[in-house]
């Protein structure tokens, strides 16, 4: 969520794009005294927060101007079950913090990878359209 931005989640990527980058200005200013900062960057994962948060979607903009796309993002996201069990990121957590030399950043979770992987390498404009593309 740090990375790129769904339509209705501005609140909830904002949060997160203030994660990463404070995460990446402190691991700069700690460097000098042997402290390593380090981000994991979880996808989807197995928790109550898709419910909690469509439930709160509805109520905001179930009868307002974004009915529509507030219900297309609903249906998405009961349609997706592929998310990891908590205990994946758990065990990368625990990875991450017993290696010597941390890497800056770990990834792991439905999707994580992938859809780094396409909003490092496509425009903005192609990656907007296959988010929009998936609220149909």
């Known amino acids: 969520g740090g990375k790129m931005a769904t339509p209705l989640g501005g609140w909830y990527h904002a949060s997160k794009f203030a994660v990463e980058g404070l995460s990446d200005s402190l691991r700069l200013e700690v460097k000098p005294f042997g402290i390593d900062v380090i981000l994991v960057e ?32 609903m249906k998405l996201t009961e349609k997706i079950d592929k998310n990891v069990d908590p205990s994946v ?15 800056a ?5 439905y999707m ?14 192609m990656f907007d359209r296959m988010i929009l593309s998936q609220l149909k």
């Open 42 to 73: 979880p996808g989807g994962v197995k928790t109550e927060w898709a419910g909690i948060a469509m439930d709160r979607l509805k109520e905001v903009s179930g009868n307002t101007a974004y009915k529509d796309l507030s219900l297309a993002a």
């Open 89 to 103: 990121i758990a065990q990368l957590i625990k990875k991450s913090i017993e290696v010597t030399k941390p890497k």
């Open 105 to 109: 950043r770990y990834v792991k979770g």
């Open 112 to 125: 994580a990878k992938p859809v780094l992987f396409m909003k490092r390498w496509l425009s903005d404009k």
